[in-house]
T-cell receptor, first 113, second 111 residues
C-alpha cells in the first residue's frame, strides 16, 4: 500500500514569492492534516480536514497561508507571500477509520532566502 | 490533553535494549499514551500506544506504571536504524484526531 505522498521534497524560494505544497493521502483516508515543523521542534498542526471540509484551521496564519482539499482527496497548502520565518518542514498526514493512527508523508523542506 | 516530559537525548549501544522514559503526571483516566518516532528526513511514524496495560508489538514494548503517571518505551534490541527522535504523546479519546508533539528524545544508537 502506498503511503502519504508529498511533493516537492525540497523547495528554495526568495522571500515574498509564493509557494505551494501538494499532498496525496493514503487511499480511503478521510482525515488529512498539514503540520509545520521548525528545526529542533516537534510538528505543529496547521489545519485538519475531514473529507473536503476544514474542521480545524485555528493555527493556520490566514493572512498568508491557504489550503484546499478539493474532492476530499489531494490537498494543496499555499503560502503567499513567503517570509523568512516560514522556513520549515511542512508535513502532511492522513488517518482512516481503523486503525486511527496518523500516517505521515516525508515532508517538504522549505527554505526562504 | 496532558503534557509530557522526556529527556532531550540519550545514547544506547547497538544490540542492547533502549529504555525511553516519559512522565505524564497530569494524565487523566481517558487519556492514552502514544509513541511516535521520526527518523532524519522522514515524517513521524507510529510505534505503539496504551491505556493501562503493558503493550507489545513488533517494534517495541510499552510499560505504563500502575498510577499511569509515567511510562517507558522499550526497544528490545536497538539497531543503528533506530536512531531517531522519539515522541511521547498523551491523547484523549474525545480528541483522538489530535496529536500534540513536544520536542521528544533524540536517541542515538552507537555501534
Amino acid at each position: 500500500e502506498a503511503g502519504v505522498v508529498q511533493s516537492p521534497r525540497y523547495k528554495i524560494i526568495e522571500k515574498k514569492q509564493p509557494v505551494a505544497f501538494w499532498c496525496n493521502p493514503i487511499s480511503g483516508h478521510n482525515t488529512l492534516y498539514w503540520y509545520r515543523q521548525n528545526l529542533g521542534q516537534g510538528p505543529e498542526l496547521l489545519i485538519r480536514y475531514e473529507n473536503e471540509e476544514a474542521v480545524d484551521d485555528s493555527q493556520l496564519p490566514k493572512d498568508r497561508f491557504s489550503a484546499e482539499r478539493l474532492k476530499g482527496v489531494d490537498s494543496t497548502l499555499k503560502i503567499q507571500p513567503a517570509e523568512l520565518g516560514d522556513s520549515a518542514v511542512y508535513l502532511c498526514a492522513s488517518r482512516g477509520v481503523s486503525p486511527r493512527e496518523q500516517y505521515f508523508g516525508p515532508g517538504t523542506r522549505l527554505t526562504v532566502t | 490533553d496532558a503534557k509530557t516530559t522526556q529527556p532531550p537525548s540519550m545514547d544506547c549501544a547497538e544490540g542492547r535494549a533502549a529504555n525511553l522514559p516519559c512522565n505524564h503526571s497530569t494524565i487523566s483516566g481517558n487519556e492514552y499514551v502514544y509513541w511516535y518516532r521520526q527518523i532524519h528526513s522522514q515524517g513521524p511514524q507510529y510505534i505503539i500506544h496504551g491505556l493501562k496495560n503493558n503493550e507489545t508489538n513488533e517494534m517495541a514494548s510499552l510499560i505504563i506504571t500502575e498510577d499511569r503517571k509515567s511510562s517507558t518505551l522499550i526497544l528490545p534490541h536497538a539497531t543503528l536504524r533506530d536512531t531517531a527522535v522519539y515522541y511521547c504523546i498523551v491523547r484523549s479519546d474525545r480528541n483522538d484526531y489530535k496529536l500534540s508533539f513536544g520536542a521528544g528524545t533524540t536517541v542515538t544508537v552507537r555501534a
